[in-house]
């Protein structure tokens, strides 16, 4: 280290010991000041505790907003970038979230903004901070029932694995020299869609034939669809890594690579991606959809391993079921309208400049439904009101494609 | 459990033993019980009434303080050669932390007969180990001034709060 140069103040880190409800046992859990800061859902005080006021300077012509707290009458000058935090501060989006919402949004970011409008709103009497999960308040809030209670120690348990690491940026960095890179190449994209291509050709060839092949499954389809799901669960591994190769392709850093389960539910692989915001919107995109591909790659090779395969073997029930379900992660990464928040719903919100669409279409819809907003519609409120019904449509269809798939292969 | 000849050969490596001659060791090893423990089993509970102190021979165990619900806040850990429990040993008062194996342990009880009767016998052998509890006692006094310092940081941090310009 140079003579002179500080290394920065360590985040200061608390040890809890948390003991199990019944029996003995614990577990020591260090939680970092960092951690419980992004994870914080800063609340801003309800509707009627606060006016905002927007005023134009005649001078620069820069939009600022009045904002007065009116039960202690303090104001505060907030900019544009400013408000738009504020409006993000539901106390239930997470200062990651909102953090996330502003790159999209401004594709820029200041790491001060976010706390010196925290402690400028905290000065004000304007916010409080909630720091839990919303399905975990919701089973608090029913811990006396029994099935709320073994959910919530379930999840609580699930929760707690997660196998992680923040030095991973060497190990990418080398699979990226040693051959990783050729994934970004013209060859790499051509190859991927003749192979589509003659994915889609065998997955035709197959069809007239479905029923003799998913016979192959023979007495225990739903066996063997979960053993397809389990082997699905690796290629998520395999799409987060293109994930941290496309940051590294770019220049930019993979901040962390991991294993947990989302939600306590969910096993899913992990990639910090966060730095390629700080990137051109070409390699936001090329992120994002490099992933989903990995996904179209496994799916044709399965099906072209299931139409060499003998007609009505196991090899080929399980080939073609995998071909499916990886064509399937396919279409719900990169489809946007599925009300899950994936690489293609990134795509889009970043093309139409609207980093809480989710959230503002359920929310409008809602309004909607209870007769409180009216149905001339704006642009904005169009595109809401369409993201809700092409979502709601496009879940339906994915649900009945799937039953109507389980029903044959029984 | 360990012979008394086993147990002066580690009370011999106990920094609170350091300048106890050997043949007060012996006596105070022969007044020693040992307990012990399964990880995760609790020793003895903030609040608890005691009046001996516990030396950790093998394992290691926590030391907490009850914050809210289930969750205490962990002050410190333990390992061999270690002691604690020595406040209520002195001043009988309720057990101010809760004590937890982290993993299997042995300890090594000394209750107040066993401190009076080396009292007895050897004064000045006393007087070293009380010379080597204070010592003992400055440093973890130092140690709980640094941790509640660490605690108001992470309060500060996790909270966003910006004290300098209130």
């Given amino acids: 280290m140079s003579e002179g140069s500080t290394a920065p103040p360590r985040r200061a880190r608390l040890e809890l010991l948390v003991r199990p409800e019944e029996g003995d046992g614990f577990e020591v859990r260090q939680i970092g000041s960092g951690v419980a800061f992004i994870q914080s859902r800063p609340a801003r005080v309800s509707a009627g505790s606060f006016e905002l006021a927007e005023v134009a300077s005649k001078v620069d012509r820069q939009r600022s907003f009045i904002l007065k707290n009116t039960a202690t009458d303090r104001f505060l000058l907030l900019s544009e970038h400013e408000k738009f935090l504020w409006e993000q501060m539901n106390g239930r989006t997470s200062l990651q979230d909102i953090a996330t919402a502003y790159v999209l949004r401004y594709g820029e970011f200041d790491f001060e903004i976010i706390p010196n409008l925290i402690r400028k709103l905290q000065r004000a009497q304007l916010l409080t901070m909630t720091p839990t999960s919303r399905l975990r308040q919701a089973l608090a809030r029913n811990r006396r029932q029994p099935v709320a209670k073994m959910a919530e120690s379930a999840l609580f348990a699930l929760e707690r694995i997660n196998i992680s690491s923040r030095n991973v940026q060497p190990v990418f960095r080398g699979i990226y020299r040693w051959g990783g890179f050729l994934i970004f190449t013209r060859g790499a994209a051509l190859a991927c869609v003749l192979l589509a291509i003659v994915g889609v050709a065998a997955g035709v060839r197959l069809w007239p034939d479905a029923e003799r092949v998913v016979s192959g499954f023979g007495k225990s389809p739903l066996m063997a669809v979960i053993s397809v799901k389990l082997l699905f669960l690796l290629t998520v591994g395999a799409h987060q890594l293109v994930h941290g190769l496309a940051l590294i392709h770019y220049g930019r850093r993979v901040r962390e690579f991991g294993f947990t389960f989302l939600h306590g539910f969910v096993p899913t692989f992990y990639v910090d991606v966060t730095d390629i915001f700080m990137g051109s919107r070409r390699a936001r995109v090329v992120t994002a959809v490099s992933g989903a591909l990995v996904h179209l790659v496994f799916g044709s090779v399965w099906l072209l391993i299931a139409l060499r395969a003998p007609m009505g073997s196991f090899l080929q029930a399980f080939a073609a079921a995998s071909g499916i379900i990886q064509w399937q992660a396919f279409v719900v990464a990169l489809y946007p309208f599925c009300f899950i928040e994936m690489d293609g719903y990134h795509v889009l919100v970043d093309v139409l400049g609207l980093p809480t669409l989710k959230h503002d279409a359920i929310a409008y819809a809602g309004s909607l439904l209870r007769g409180r907003a009216s149905l001339r519609f704006t642009r904005q409120e169009a595109l809401f009101a369409g993201y809700v019904l092409v979502s709601t449509v496009s879940v339906l269809a994915f649900i009945t494609f799937n039953v109507w798939l389980v029903v044959h292969a029984s | ?166």
Avoid at chain 2, 25 to 32: F, T, W, Y
Avoid at chain 2, 40 to 65: N, T, W, Y
Avoid at chain 2, 66 to 77: D, H, K, P, S, Y
Wanted: charged share 25%.
């Fill in chain 2, 1 to 166: 459990m360990g012979s008394s000849a086993d147990t002066q050969v580690f009370l011999r490596s106990v920094r609170l033993f350091r300048n106890v001659e050997g043949p007060e060791l012996g006596i105070l090893a022969d007044s020693l019980r040992e307990r012990a423990l399964k990880r995760g089993q609790v020793l003895l509970r903030e609040g608890d009434a005691g009046d001996e102190m516990f030396l950790v021979r093998s394992g290691s165990l926590v030391i907490s303080k009850a914050v809210t619900g289930r969750v205490e806040q962990v002050l410190a850990r333990v390992g061999p050669g270690d002691f604690f429990g020595e406040m209520a040993l002195f001043d009988r008062s309720p057990r101010s932390a809760t004590i937890s194996a982290d993993n299997d342990a042995v300890l090594l009880v000394l209750d107040r007969a066993a401190l009076a009767k080396l009292t007895e016998v050897s004064p000045r052998a006393a007087a070293a180990f009380f010379e080597s509890l204070v010592l003992i006692f400055i440093e973890r006094l130092r140690a709980s001034g640094d941790l509640v310092a660490e605690v108001t940081r992470w309060g500060l941090e996790a909270t966003g709060l910006d004290v300098e310009s209130r």
